[in-house]
């Protein structure tokens, strides 16, 4: 019984994990965004993805796994105007990097994002890393972030 159990921890930590290139399923609940998100009122539209970073190598470490969460949604008609018309922030034109291949079909080409750096630091509570992009055009917004907290999403 001991060997099996060492036979099972030492496969735990040597196996692979699959990462966004070997087919990560891109999700349309909008659930868990909403509640990390509030800020943004009711989401529809949404295409994301929730991956673990750092778990690619052969042996990883035991513990914390940072998670990204990545992906677009369609606001509300007149959100983004009223996010961007806030005197506090400036917004300026940024097109999001680091986009997905499972999502590049979902991000609008013709897009106008503009991003704010203290929007981020409001969406964020400055408890998590994050990036949100916003098209004033389409009312969707584009984010990107790692290990979102509910608790801390509360937005401007």
């Known amino acids: 019984m001991l060997v099996l159990g060492v036979m099972t921890v030492l496969a735990a930590c040597t196996s692979t994990s699959k990462s966004t290139d070997d087919g990560a399923k891109v999700r349309t609940d909008l659930e868990p965004l ?36 990545v992906g677009t949604a369609q606001l509300g008609t007149g959100t983004v105007a009223a996010i961007t018309s806030a005197p506090q922030r400036i917004f300026q034109l940024e097109k999001p990097t680091q986009l997905p291949a499972e ?41 990107d972030t790692i290990n979102p907290d509910i608790s801390a999403s509360s937005g401007p």
């Open 103 to 143: 999502l590049a079909e979902f991000v609008p080409k013709d897009a106008r994002w503009v991003r704010s750096e203290s929007f981020d630091l409001d969406m964020t509570g400055g408890t998590y890393s994050g990036a949100f992009y916003l098209d004033p055009g389409m009312d969707r917004v584009y984010f």
């Open 34 to 69: 909403e509640r990390r998100f509030p800020a943004l009122g009711p989401l529809s539209g949404a295409h994301w993805l929730g991956t673990a970073l750092g778990t690619d190598s052969r042996v990883s470490v035991p513990g914390p796994t940072d998670v990204r969460v």
